[in-house]
């Protein structure tokens, strides 16, 4: 997802700084457009740092408006369909002004017109131009047109004043634009263990045991619960992909450094979804040497370490969410595995379908909890995972009514 930032002129424009961090903490991207009174206050290449994107300052690049460079002259289009939502923060008078009466004065405003996006405004300014008429007034037409307004908070004013004015924390903005995305903060004040990817088991130094398993299942569950608002840990076995920014990645190979390292980070958690394939067996010895091609050989496997298992004997009040891949009687042994090993809930798929599951974009799925099946039809790893956490937040609220009886 990518989202547009829009600083506008005020003393809290450097709040916006935090908000660019926040965001990305989510795993969204954020592309940082500012008013020319807000390159008063904080230079743009502060937030290009921050970013990693180009700075948008106005609607030509330097020296452009004489010669009218059509790229520049369209990149409001071009933004204005490339985001998914647009946050104005701090968003002053001038600006709300400017977007209750839809003119298009310079790169921001014109960028709002255009877009279809949610729009989000976090006003900011002294405590008389925010109970001003006009300013309430704007504020109801931009109220009416869709326009989510984070309220700002009371108290002291750089102006020296006191009251309404001050730009809402920054919790209460990530929230809204979350909310706008259609991504709620339930996870928020969470730490979720996630585990993905295969396992390797070493046969000699050339060879190893593995299996099919990409990762980007359990990559989906730790970028889905990072924008609904949770911390993640992250232990991923060997995979290609690039974990979410804000993860806090442990990186492992075999079982046995899968184990150690899930059951160091437990006590942190709150919540655990183990969605890593991890090898059922290893060999029982590990040649030093590579294994010269010799005929037929026999390779004497020992089971590896049930990591669920240890995680249930070891949880105290964490919901804890496994995985499963199957290939024949999935409902069944999804609920055996539910049971044996004291899970809060199991998703099982069956792998044996093509296009779904291993080393795919796609899944298909049956959650499993103690009094319910929820069954998620074909459809991408992303949804899949938010379908999950569904039922995490789910019986985390049947939790917390239960103890409140």
């Known amino acids: 997802m990518k989202v547009a930032l829009a600083v506008s002129g005020g003393i809290a424009a450097y709040k916006a700084a935090e908000i660019v961090r926040l965001l990305q903490d989510r795993g969204i991207r954020v592309q940082v457009v500012m008013t020319r009174a807000a390159q008063e206050f904080v230079r743009p290449l502060t937030f290009a740092a921050l970013s990693g994107e180009k700075v948008i300052t106005s609607m030509f690049a330097?020296?452009?408006?004489?010669?009218?460079?059509?790229?520049?002259?369209?990149?409001?289009?071009?933004?204005?369909?490339?985001?998914?939502?647009?946050?104005v923060a701090p968003a002053t008078a001038d600006v709300l002004a400017h977007f209750a009466q839809g003119l298009a004065a310079d790169f921001l405003t014109t960028l709002y017109l255009a877009t279809t996006a949610p729009v989000v405004v976090a006003p900011a300014m002294n405590v008389n131009m925010w109970?001003?008429?006009?300013?309430?007034?704007?504020?109801?037409?931009?109220?009416a047109?869709?326009?989510?307004?984070?309220?700002?908070?009371?108290?002291?004013?750089?102006?020296?004043?006191?009251?309404?004015?001050?730009?809402?924390?920054?919790?209460?903005?990530?929230?809204?634009?979350?909310?706008?995305?259609?991504a709620s903060q339930d996870l928020a004040g969470e730490t979720v263990l996630v585990t993905a990817g295969p396992t390797r088991e070493k046969i000699d130094p050339a060879r190893y045991l593995t299996n099919r398993s990409s990762g980007r299942m359990g990559y989906a569950v730790a970028e889905a619960a990072l924008r609904r608002g949770a911390r993640v840990l992250l232990v991923s076995g060997p995979t290609s992909l690039t974990p979410p920014g804000a993860a806090e990645v442990t990186r492992v190979e075999s079982a046995e450094q899968m184990l150690n390292a899930v059951l160091n980070l437990l006590p942190q958690a709150t919540i655990v979804i183990k969605t890593a394939a991890?090898?059922?067996?290893?060999?029982?010895?590990?040649?030093?040497?590579?294994?010269k091609r010799k005929g037929a050989i026999a390779l004497e496997l020992e089971p590896t370490a049930d990591i669920l298992k240890e995680i249930s004997v070891r949880k105290q009040s964490q919901i804890v969410i496994g995985f499963a891949a199957e290939t024949e009687n999935v409902l069944e042994?999804?609920?055996?595995?539910?049971?044996?090993?004291n899970l809060d809930g199991i998703v099982v798929n069956d792998v044996s379908h093509e296009g779904v599951g291993f080393d795919s974009e796609r899944n298909q799925v049956a959650i499993i909890t103690h009094d319910q099946i929820?069954?998620?039809p074909e459809t991408t790893k992303w949804e899949v995972a938010q379908r999950v956490l569904d039922q995490v937040v789910c019986l985390r609220r049947q939790r917390k009514a239960t103890v409140k009886v």
């Open 62 to 87: 330097p020296g452009e408006e004489q010669n009218s460079n059509i790229d520049s002259a369209i990149e409001h289009i071009a933004v204005a369909q490339s985001i998914d939502a647009l946050l």
């Open 131 to 143: 109970n001003h008429p006009a300013t309430q007034k704007n504020l109801e037409v931009l109220r």
């Open 145 to 182: 047109r869709g326009v989510k307004i984070v309220e700002p908070g009371a108290g002291y004013l750089a102006c020296g004043m006191t009251g309404a004015g001050r730009l809402a924390e920054n919790e209460a903005i990530i929230a809204a634009v979350m909310e706008a995305l259609g």
């Open 278 to 291: 991890v090898s059922d067996y290893r060999p029982k010895l590990i040649s030093e040497q590579k294994i």
């Open 333 to 341: 042994n999804g609920r055996q595995k539910l049971a044996s090993k």
């Open 374 to 376: 929820v069954e998620v």
